[in-house]
């Protein structure tokens, strides 16, 4: 559904067909790297170290902890 790329084999033929889909049109180009932008965002260190902040508050403050 070219949310965040165009999914290929590793074939020359099959690159190249999406690279030309690509330059054929902008549009979709442009929305592809809109939505991977966003989604790389998701996954940025920082995010994944604020994430596992959170998590690690969670799991401290959980009433199913164990005294390990």
Same mark, same amino acid.
């Given at each position: 559904?070219?949310? &965040?790329? /165009?999914?290929? =084999? @590793?074939?020359?033929? !099959?690159?190249?067909?999406?690279? #030309?889909?690509?330059?054929?049109?902008?549009?979709?180009? &442009?929305? /592809?790297?809109? =939505? @991977?932008?966003?989604? !790389?965002?998701?996954?940025?260190? #920082?995010?994944?170290?604020?994430?596992?902040?959170?998590?690690?508050?969670?799991?401290?403050?959980?009433?199913?902890?164990?005294?390990?």
């Amino acid at each position: 559904n070219y949310n &965040n790329g /165009i999914f290929c =084999n @590793a074939s020359a033929q !099959s690159i190249a067909e999406a690279m #030309e889909k690509l330059i054929c049109n902008p549009e979709l180009c &442009n929305t /592809i790297a809109q =939505n @991977a932008r966003i989604t !790389s965002q998701k996954y940025s260190a #920082e995010r994944m170290a604020h994430d596992y902040i959170d998590l690690y508050r969670k799991i401290k403050h959980s009433p199913y902890k164990t005294n390990h």
